[in-house]
């Protein structure tokens, strides 16, 4: 980019009357082709798919672990009327989906390195491991999970004993 207003003027030196209409690198003349740009907007699409994919597995663990620990809202007040500190239940709790969220994780992440060795084997110019996604998707999810549990398993350990065991 630095040598372009040199090679204009050296342009000129050498015969005032060619006209330099547009000097750019090749870079730039490559990135205005209109398969760039077919490219860019397919690159654009896969990231939306891949937010809304990211998005609706948030939303499904979320929902999953919520109405997981919600249920268990008796459990708990059986156990606090017994003796048991909500604080423990609340740390069992998160344990819990913890160990099944990093269980998940670990399957997930298999699968996805496993599908992009395939997918590097039949399609050319395909990276099978991006480090970006393998390392933020699962801890988006796992964030996911381990809120999913606390706030039912908080609100859980709050309700009075006598109120969780009337319910149901």
């Known amino acids: 980019r630095a040598m372009l207003g040199t090679l204009r003027r050296v342009v000129r030196e050498v015969d ?8 750019a690198t090749w870079r730039d ?28 597995a948030v939303l499904g663990v979320y929902g999953v672990k919520s109405y997981v620990v919600s249920r268990r809202t008796r459990e708990f007040g059986i156990r606090i009327a ?27 992440l298999a699968l996805a390195l496993g599908a992009g060795q395939f997918l590097q084997g039949i399609l050319y110019g395909v990276n099978g491991i991006e480090p970006l996604v393998l390392v ?7 964030a996911a999970s381990l809120l999913a549990s606390f706030v ?17």
């Open 136 to 142: 933020a998707a699962p801890l988006i999810l796992l």
């Open 152 to 168: 039912p398993a908080l609100r859980a350990t709050k309700v009075d004993p006598t109120v969780a065991l009337r319910s149901e």
């Open 16 to 23: 005032e009357r060619l006209p330099v209409v547009s000097v």
């Open 29 to 56: 003349h490559l990135g205005a082709s209109l398969d760039a740009r077919i490219r860019r907007a397919g690159a654009g699409v896969f990231s939306a798919f891949r937010g809304i994919a990211l998005l609706l």
């Open 82 to 108: 017994i003796g048991a500190q909500p604080r423990a239940l609340l740390w069992q709790v998160l344990r819990e989906g913890g160990r099944t969220t990093a269980l998940g994780i670990g399957i997930g």
